[in-house]
C-alpha cells in the first residue's frame, strides 16, 4: 500500500423527506490519493442555496435545504473545483447529482447502466434529474462492474445495483482507519440493514438489490470494514469533521 492519504467527510446539506419525516444528511466525501483526487458523492445542488425553503421532488416528498454550499465547504478544506480528478456518485438521484455541473475539468466514474438509463428516453422513469447532469456527458468513463481506481486496491468502486440500474458503492482501505465502504443508498439508514428491506418507494430493481445487500455483506466481512449509510444521522453526528481526516 503506498503512502496514500485522507478522507474528509463533510455535511453540505440537508434532505428532508415527508415519508419519514426527518432530515437526513448527503454526504460527500473527498479522497486525496498520491495519483489523484477523488470527490465521492456531490449532494444537494448549490443553487437550491437561494431558494427560500429549499426546492421540492417527487411531489413534496422530499426537499433539499441547502445551508451551506458545496463550492465553499471544498474551498474550506483547500480544494478547489477544477483540481479535483475524478467525480463519482453512488447513482443518479436529485439528492447525489446536484453539484456534477460545478467540475468541468473531472472525470465522471459511473456504471454503464446507469448511463444508459440517465440519457436514455426516460430518465424520469428513474427519478433522475436530467437538468443536473445534462451537460456532464463528454467527461463520464463509463464503468462496468468494480473497478480499482488507483490501481493499488486502495479506492475500488464496487457496482453494486438494485437502487438503480447502476448503483455503486466506494470500498476505501485506508492504512491506519483500515477499511471503509461509503454505502452510497444501498441502504438509506440504519433500520433498512437490519431489516435488509428496500429503502423508500424508490427502488427500481428489489431482486437485484438483494443480491447487493449480499454481496457487500460479505465483502465487508471479509474486509472487517466500516459500512457508511451516508443518509444515516448517526453515521454523520460521529463522524471526524474537517479540519480531521481519516487515512
Ligand atoms: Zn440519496
Redesign the pocket.
Known amino acids: 500500500m503506498g503512502p496514500f492519504l485522507a478522507l474528509l467527510s463533510t455535511k453540505f446539506s440537508d434532505?428532508y423527506s415527508k415519508e419519514n419525516k426527518k432530515k437526513?444528511p448527503?454526504t460527500c466525501f473527498y479522497i486525496q490519493h498520491p495519483k489523484g483526487s477523488l470527490l465521492w458523492g456531490t449532494g444537494l445542488d448549490d443553487r437550491y442555496a437561494n431558494l427560500k425553503g429549499g426546492k421540492s421532488f417527487y411531489g413534496g416528498m422530499s426537499k433539499h435545504i441547502v445551508k451551506k454550499t458545496l463550492r465553499k465547504k471544498l474551498e474550506k478544506i483547500g480544494v478547489s473545483l477544477d483540481s479535483i480528478t475524478y467525480v463519482s456518485v453512488?447513482?443518479l438521484?436529485p439528492?447525489?447529482t446536484g453539484n456534477l455541473h460545478l467540475f468541468k475539468k473531472s472525470k465522471i466514474l459511473l456504471q454503464k447502466e446507469e448511463v444508459d438509463a440517465g440519457f436514455g428516453p426516460f430518465p424520469f422513469f428513474y427519478f433522475f434529474e436530467f437538468n443536473h447532469y445534462k451537460n456532464i456527458k463528454k467527461q463520464i468513463q463509463t464503468l462496468n462492474g468494480d473497478y480499482d481506481l488507483f490501481n493499488d486496491g486502495t479506492v475500488t468502486i464496487i457496482k453494486a445495483p438494485g437502487h438503480t440500474p447502476g448503483h455503486q458503492v466506494l470500498l476505501l482501505r485506508l492504512p491506519n482507519k483500515g477499511a471503509i465502504i461509503l454505502g452510497?443508498?444501498l441502504y438509506?439508514l440504519k433500520e433498512n440493514q437490519k431489516n435488509k428491506i428496500s429503502p423508500f418507494l424508490i427502488t427500481y430493481d428489489k431482486k437485484e438489490l438483494q443480491k447487493s445487500f449480499l454481496k457487500i455483506e460479505n465483502i465487508q466481512k471479509k474486509e472487517k470494514a466500516f459500512l457508511w449509510i451516508?443518509?444515516e444521522p448517526s453515521h454523520w453526528e460521529k463522524a471526524l469533521k474537517p479540519p480531521l481526516y481519516y487515512d
Open positions: 434532505l437526513f448527503t453512488s447513482h438521484h439528492d447525489h452510497g443508498d438509506h451516508q443518509h
